[in-house]
């Protein structure tokens, strides 16, 4: 082995190139790969939701014979998964990182959390009280709503256009699908939000092989 491999590099030109390999290096190492954070959840919707459909579409006939049961059993199922994959892969990439980005990443967590809990909390003292197509469509376009908005809070807080757009996107769906009314929302969230979801991933997939 020649001795001089290991000597820094003796012109600027050199210097600025190896700071900028082992930036991509880093890079690497702690982003994780955005389709395992976005494609478990669009999974999730798109079938999830779909399920919804079929089981409760507008009107009274249903368009599959599925028992009723079934569609709120794999959606949480699948969003279970989606969450647990997600917090996986982000302890790998960022278990080590400290600092104020840890500590954003924690307190929106926490938003996540709370916000989510409160809310249902809330709600379950009222749902029993409505017909169980307004009860399905207030639970479900209360929660494609929360996600979002902390969507774009998130896109906020760390200057994320693609995270700010796609809450932008999971919006304006939802207001859609709640003024279409019961079943068509859930066909709404599952296409449109599901399949947003699933291009959002692998655009920043994309750019993340492009910045690498």
Partial sequence: MDPDDDLPPT??????????DQRSVAARR??????????PWGVAWLVGFGLFFLRFPP?????????????LTVLFALLLAAAATQAAVSVRAYGQVSGESARRGQWYGCAWGLGSVSVYAGFGQITEHLPHDLASLLWSATAVGLTGALHMAGGAIWLDRDLFRLGVWISVINLVGAIAGPGWHALVVAVAGGGGIL???AIARRRQRQRS
């Fill in 199 to 201: 291009v959002a991933g």
């Fill in 59 to 71: 009107g009274e006939r249903e368009l599959v014979g599925l028992p009723s049961w079934l569609p």
């Fill in 11 to 20: 012109d600027a030109a050199a210097a600025l190139q190896l700071i900028q």
């Fill in 30 to 39: 702690l982003a994780p790969d955005a389709r395992l954070l976005y494609w």
